[in-house]
């Protein structure tokens, strides 16, 4: 258990650096450039950062089975985990085509009009 808790707060840390780093990042690009640059070039990078959001899950489901007894030795968790696959890999997908496509925001703008 205790290797799954520094598992676990050590994924919980590098999201938290992520975090800040890109928010630093967007903040300072906003001082280099206007918002209507900053969304020409988003723009154009989307299909580039789609495809490595799509590389990124397919990463995830690939290295679930060598993940897994990294993060716990205790073998019902670990039966659970790797039984819990799928079902991360469907709520990844689900959130990459409803977030990461924009359709959230499509709905809002919808609804918004």
Do not use: Y
């Amino acid at each position: 258990m205790n290797r799954l808790f520094r598992g676990m707060t050590g994924l919980i840390f590098l999201l938290t650096v992520t975090v800040i780093l890109a928010t630093l990042i967007v903040l300072l690009w906003a001082q280099l450039e206007s918002m209507d640059t900053i969304s020409r070039r988003l723009e154009v990078a989307s299909p580039w950062l789609s495809a490595l959001r799509i590389s990124l899950i397919g990463l995830v489901i690939g290295t679930w089975p060598r993940l897994v007894p990294w993060l716990t030795r205790h073998p019902a968790a670990r039966r659970g985990l790797l039984a819990a696959r799928w079902r991360v890999a469907a709520w990844l997908a689900i959130l990459e085509i409803t977030l990461g496509q924009g359709m959230v925001g499509e709905f809002l703008a919808e609804i918004l009009r």
